[in-house]
T-cell receptor
Framework: GEDVEQSLFLSVREGDSSVINCTYT??????LYWYKQEPGAGLQLLTY?????DMKQDQRLTVLLNKKDKHLSLRIADTQTGDSAIYFC????????????FGAGTRLAVHP | EAQVTQNPRYLITVTGKKLTVTCSQN?????MSWYRQDPGLGLRQIYY???????DKGDVPEGYKVSRKEKRNFPLILESPSPNQTSLYFC???????????FGQGTRLTVV
């Protein structure tokens, strides 16, 4: 069945780069997403990438997609304390149903 | 402002007392979904709707009902809530099945 996996915790120093990794199983997914959830808040779409792309850059965010290995990563450059949050990787289920399949989320802690 | 609005944000109720969580979107989106978020599991789809009067089960529909009488509204109904439905619930909408999903702020439900 479909599954998305990501590591649960990441701790980085302020100013360093953060890299959050994700693996997925549905090779037919057309869209892959990164969502951010701050404490007590909803889900904010950070960025997404089409499956026919290898990389997408958006200001401090860089998404890399390796379709062969079904591996997605999110790099945050110059990480700030405001980046502390839970980051969810998600794929759009290729079978329809308007279903996003989420990983369990990676909690990013940024320390001085 | 384009948004998905859920109410209430927080709810504590007792086992067996029927409740409804409302969801409304102002973007004229066709697709709407309900998810629940549990620690270590990410978000899982409960129900989705492709248009008015068209709804279908997601991955975890047991104990829930939905309706879609109008395009903008997609309420989630718990006829007889149980403690295992204590969770954080999110409503989402999108223009099509594989386009960006916009999420509400979430409803934290506790069933005692």
């Amino acid at each position: 069945g479909e599954d998305v996996e990501q590591s649960l915790f990441l701790s980085v120093r302020e100013g360093d780069s953060s890299v959050i990794n994700c693996t997925y199983t549905d090779s037919s997914s057309t869209y892959l997403y990164w969502y951010k959830q701050e404490p007590g808040a909803g889900l904010q779409l950070l960025t997404y990438i089409f499956s026919n792309m290898d990389m997408k850059q958006d200001q401090r965010l860089t998404v890399l997609l390796n379709k062969k290995d079904k591996h997605l990563s999110l790099r945050i450059a110059d990480t700030q304390t405001g980046d502390s949050a839970i980051y969810f990787c998600a794929e759009m289920f290729s079978g329809g149903y308007n279903k996003l399949i989420f990983g369990a989320g990676t909690r990013l802690a940024v320390h001085p | 402002e384009a948004q998905v609005t859920q109410n209430p944000r927080y709810l504590i109720t007792v086992t067996g007392k029927k409740l409804t969580v409302t969801c409304s979107q102002n973007m004229n989106h066709e697709y709407m979904s309900w998810y629940r978020q549990d620690p270590g599991l990410g978000l899982r789809q409960i129900y989705y709707s492709m248009n008015v009067e068209v709804t279908d089960k997601g991955d975890v529909p047991e104990g829930y009902k939905v309706s879609r009488k109008e395009k903008r509204n997609f309420p989630l109904i718990l006829e007889s809530p149980s403690p295992n439905q204590t969770s954080l619930y999110f409503c989402a909408s999108s223009y099509r099945s594989n386009t960006e999903a916009f999420f509400g702020q979430g409803t934290r439900l506790t069933v005692v």
